[in-house]
């Protein structure tokens, strides 16, 4: 299975991690339906999104898109000073530390969970999160998709701007 952008290890798999940019489509989940639709085996043929493989660290935002290390550039339909605002930090609990700043919201800021920007959902973390969480984050994107009421507990106010 090796080509250029998905390279495969010894036994077949594919090598991890991976950094891909995906379109939004209405509600911000166009990949989850595309993905449901095309399968697994075409999306490694024809893949929906650029994928590229490697940690990679974003070096530039430019106005349309990002710059990697090594000088890739992946455009971007919205990226910004003014979403980076709305939405916020990321992670972290507010413990009200140098590096996590309060206040207290008493679960992973703006992780699996509607941000401040809409169609925006951040999902990531170690194996065990990522496993665990998917769960929860293709379930109430499902739910959107077909109209159901989704509550959630709120959405933060962004506390890092002050």
Same mark, same amino acid.
């Given at each position: 299975? #090796?080509?250029?952008?998905? #390279?495969?290890? *010894? ?5 991890? #991690?991976? &950094? ?11 990949? &989850? ?11 490694? &043929? ?9 940690? %990679? ?8 898109? &990002? ?5 890739? @550039? ?8 003014? !979403?980076?605002? @709305? !939405? ?14 309060? #206040? ?11 941000? %401040?920007? *809409? ?22 994107? @499902? ?8 509550? !959630? ?10």
């Amino acid at each position: 299975m #090796p080509r250029p952008g998905l #390279p495969a290890g *010894e036994l077949g798999y594919i090598k991890q #991690p991976y &950094v891909v940019i995906i379109g939004g489509g209405q509600g911000g989940i166009g990949l &989850v339906a595309r993905l449901r639709r095309l399968g697994v085996p075409t999306i490694i &043929v024809e893949p929906p999104a650029p994928v590229i493989a490697g940690p %990679r660290s974003v070096t530039e935002i430019a106005p349309d898109g &990002v710059i990697l290390d090594g000088g890739t @550039k992946l455009a971007a339909d919205l990226i910004g000073q003014d !979403v980076a605002d @709305k !939405v916020g930090k990321c992670w972290g609990l507010g413990s009200d530390t140098t590096k996590d700043p309060g #206040p207290w919201e008493g679960e992973r800021r703006n992780m699996w969970k509607p941000t %401040r920007q *809409e169609a925006l959902w951040f999902h990531g973390g170690n194996l065990h999160q990522s496993r665990h969480y998917s769960q929860f984050l293709s379930l109430q994107l @499902k739910a959107r998709m077909e109209g159901l009421d989704t509550p !959630v507990y709120g959405i933060p106010k962004v506390s890092h701007l002050g």
